[in-house]
């Protein structure tokens, strides 16, 4: 199990979260989620260059001298950070171990073959991150020489999605979301609403524009990264959208870590539900075969594999039940408890001011 502890790192005051192969975020605007994001993105990314610098190009260069960052495997120490100075970070010889595990002789000798599979695993290892941003992508792919040229300065990570967005759509042509069909067409992105009726995708809904460079990039990134942290994945869509695009993300990441960073609570509703799906799928085989049915296996979550927080005001809370390995209830019904404590508010002053002339 991975195990993350954060101090006094920017907004994040007091994280301490084990992360888990799915990974539930949720906080207010301003809680810490997206330097959170950030952050598990640069510290699961293995064996980056230049480490220090990692936090530079995500612009969350916060590390102080009242910074710790401790980042283990287990009892394994990767990472720490304290005193304003990177006290250990991953073996020196890592990569000369993956070589080793290859049975790789001399490097400088090494096979074609051989060199491919120490390629794959390096990049295996590696982490991606999807930016709330993305609704951007399909202006900004339009644009983009335009804007070099411009000298408009943009975000590294933009930059970086741009780029792994548009090898994914080089590699996949054609890809089936939300009842609808995307074809990369003659190199331009477009959007089927039925066999006859298409629209390119920077005319498309809002909804579609942030949703393609997800559902994209989530498929291209499955079969190659070992991590993948998405901001907002509810962004721009419908309740009922947001809950496709869940199950969504957890059938496409069967071989991956996901990170989640949310601030709806129907996410963590839907979320439940295929937490539930698990359990009950696993009391007998009639209960299998007929919540098969309703959830497929491939979307149903073991609660042994998943992870839940709230952050606030920059510090963690851990909102999964012990006994029960689901969200706590009490974690999705204080946004709507709110909302009914204002209604009734309002219909208390309402009953008793309303004959009042």
Request: glycine content about 4%.
């Amino acid at each position: 199990m991975l195990h993350l502890v954060v101090k006094n790192f920017g907004v994040l005051k007091d994280i301490d979260i084990e992360l888990n192969k799915i990974n539930l975020f949720i906080g207010d605007n301003g809680s810490g989620k997206s330097v959170l994001a950030k952050l598990i993105t640069i510290v699961t990314n293995e064996v980056p260059e230049n480490f220090l610098n990692q936090f530079k190009k995500f612009n969350i260069d916060f590390i102080t001298n009242k910074t710790v960052i401790v980042f283990k495997e287990d009892e394994k120490k990767l990472l720490h950070i304290e005193n304003n100075k990177l006290k250990y970070h991953y073996p020196s010889n890592y990569k000369d171990n993956i070589l080793k595990q290859l049975q790789v002789k001399n490097p400088n000798n090494a096979t074609i073959s051989e060199l491919k599979a120490y390629i794959e695993i390096l990049d295996g290892l590696e982490s991606q991150y999807i930016p709330a941003e993305r609704n951007l992508i399909s202006i900004f792919n339009q644009s983009i020489s335009n804007i070099i040229s411009a000298k408009i300065p943009l975000p590294d990570t933009l930059l970086k999605f741009s780029s792994e967005y548009n090898k994914a759509r080089k590699k996949i042509k054609e890809l089936n979301l939300l009842n609808m069909k995307y074809v990369n067409k003659n190199g331009n992105d477009v959007i089927y609403y039925d066999d006859n009726n298409y629209l390119p995708l920077e005319n498309s809904s809002s909804g579609m524009q942030t949703a393609l460079p997800l559902y994209l990039t989530l498929k291209y990134f499955s079969s190659s990264y070992s991590h993948v942290i998405i901001e907002e994945p509810e962004l721009n869509l419908f309740p009922k959208t947001q809950i496709e695009t869940i199950k969504y993300i957890i059938e496409t990441t069967t071989t991956n870590s996901s990170y989640l960073m949310t601030h709806s609570p129907y996410i963590l509703s839907i979320l439940n539900v295929l937490l539930f799906a698990y359990k009950a799928s696993n009391t007998n085989v009639t209960l299998k075969e007929k919540i098969s049915t309703i959830i497929p296996k491939k979307q149903q979550i073991n609660p042994e594999d998943f992870s839940a927080y709230i952050i606030e005001n920059g510090i963690s809370k851990n909102i999964k039940g012990k006994t029960t390995g689901m969200i706590q209830e009490n974690a999705i019904d204080d946004i709507g408890d709110m909302i009914d404590d204002e209604f009734s508010e309002l219909m208390e002053i309402y009953s008793k001011f309303k004959n009042d002339n």
